[in-house]
């Protein structure tokens, strides 16, 4: 069944409006759509997963993310998609907002990218990955300076080591904060 979008007006009202993805229909140019990514830290490292080799940069590197479907808002799409792709199942209200950027995809349509923190507790042992067939193929958890290098590598998707580097100091930060 096709993915379908709630759409937004340009001041981050929702509309009556609905959009389905990979559609034929051109997407309205004073509308947008919400796209989640997920940073989850636990014991100060960060989980990257590794994209099915069948998926648009498939074989790269990347942290949690996707598309929040009609009918969800940021926070329920976030936990949604951490859980889809990689087993981990956790209550929105622990999701700490970090960024929220109106980009233009690569189509020329504009989404909005909502970023989130996802602090584990260190008392809490490390959750078991589970990956999702289609999306998720491997994993690793890595500290701050590893991560740093992993990302700026070839190995990770380009445009969302960009996003990274906006909010790594947030980020860590708040890892830190948390302890």
Known sequence: MAELWDLYDLHGNLTDEKFVRDSD???PQDKFHIVVEIYTIHRGKLLLT???SRKPYGGLWEYTGGSVVAGEDSLTGASRELAEETGIVRDPSEFL??????????????????AYALILPDDEPCPEVIYQEGE??????????????????PAFVGHAAKRYRIVEDTLWKLAEMRK
């Open 97 to 114: 907002p970090i960024s929220s950027l109106l980009r233009i995809a690569r189509g020329g349509h504009l989404w909005r990218m909502d």
């Open 25 to 27: 229909e051109p997407f």
């Open 50 to 52: 590794k994209r099915d």
């Open 136 to 153: 998720t193929v491997d994993h690793i958890w890595l500290e701050r300076g590893t991560a740093d290098a992993f990302i700026a590598s």
